[in-house]
């Protein structure tokens, strides 16, 4: 035993084992936690070629962010191929046609993504919470455009936010909303089909079979505004 307490003894000391003090508490300032997005603070840059373009791809061109929303390989006969593209920029909104030479270096727009709960509109702004942060972001009536036609309080929707800023934001695919009224429609068997239209709680107007009726809950689809069927 006492051989064993030396050769530990002499370990510890000839030992030059060190031991770091606790992290001292963060000096930033408490904003840089609180308005950005903490993936957004890191940017991140890839590149790609322009032969992997699909649609969705979100690239930065002349400094904008843009989504590709068509695109088409083009081999002809003569000369080099290329990709024509049909893009829309976050920012502005504008759609123009681009074509990119095959196998030419694209950046990808350094778009993140974070789920924010829509809770409420304040004048002529909508406002979004983080739910696990409460951090509010307010949209503008310009930013939320026609989507404001699906948009309920409570919803959670998905804010795009490019160089710490939104730039867009998605509404649920399939959104439940509730008929305040309906036109009378077409007078007739149900069962024979027929449609007429009805203003849901958001104040969207939704065609809808002729059996819907007032207080109805119903499924919509964000992206077209046509009836799914009812919840």
Same mark, same amino acid.
């Given at each position: 035993?006492?051989?064993i307490?030396?050769s530990?003894?002499?370990?510890s000391?000839?030992s ?20 950005t ?8 840059i890839?590149?790609f070629?322009s032969?992997? @373009?699909?649609?969705g791809? /979100?690239?930065? =061109? ?5 989504? #590709?929303?068509?695109? $088409?390989? !083009?081999?002809p ?6 990709v024509?593209t049909?893009m ?6 504008n ?10 270096t ?9 789920t924010?709960q829509?809770?409420?509109?304040d ?8 739910n ?5 972001i307010?949209l503008n ?6 989507k404001?036609k ?7 929707? @998905?804010?795009?936010?490019? /160089?710490?800023? =939104? ?5 649920? #695919?399939?959104?439940? $909303?509730? !008929?305040?009224d309906?036109?009378?429609?077409l ?7 027929g ?13 809808v079979?002729l ?13 077209t505004?046509?009836y799914?069927?009812?919840?």
């Amino acid at each position: 035993m006492a051989g064993i307490a030396a050769s530990l003894f002499n370990i510890s000391s000839s030992s030059s084992l060190s031991f770091s003090s606790p992290t001292k508490p963060s000096t930033l300032p408490m904003r840089l936690f609180t308005r950005t997005p903490l993936r957004s603070r890191f940017p991140r840059i890839y590149a790609f070629s322009s032969n992997d @373009i699909k649609v969705g791809s /979100n690239i930065e =061109v002349d400094g904008a962010p843009w989504r #590709v929303i068509e695109f $088409l390989h !083009v081999k002809p006969g003569k000369g080099a191929a290329f990709v024509r593209t049909k893009m829309r920029n976050y920012v502005t909104g504008n759609t123009v046609d681009k074509t990119f030479r095959a196998g030419s270096t694209i950046n990808e727009a350094n778009i993140m993504k974070e789920t924010k709960q829509f809770t409420y509109k304040d004048g002529p702004q909508f406002v979004f919470m983080d739910n696990s942060t409460y951090e509010e972001i307010r949209l503008n009536e310009s930013d939320v455009g026609d989507k404001r036609k699906w948009l309920k309080e409570g919803m959670d929707c @998905i804010l795009l936010f490019w /160089n710490g800023k =939104v730039i867009d934001f998605d509404l649920p #695919v399939t959104v439940r $909303l509730t !008929v305040v009224d309906v036109d009378p429609g077409l007078k007739g068997d149900t069962a024979q089909g027929g449609s007429k239209p009805a203003t849901v709680d958001t104040g969207a107007l939704v065609t809808v079979p002729l059996f819907v009726n007032i207080g109805d809950e119903i499924l919509v689809d964000s992206r077209t505004g046509q009836y799914m069927s009812r919840a």
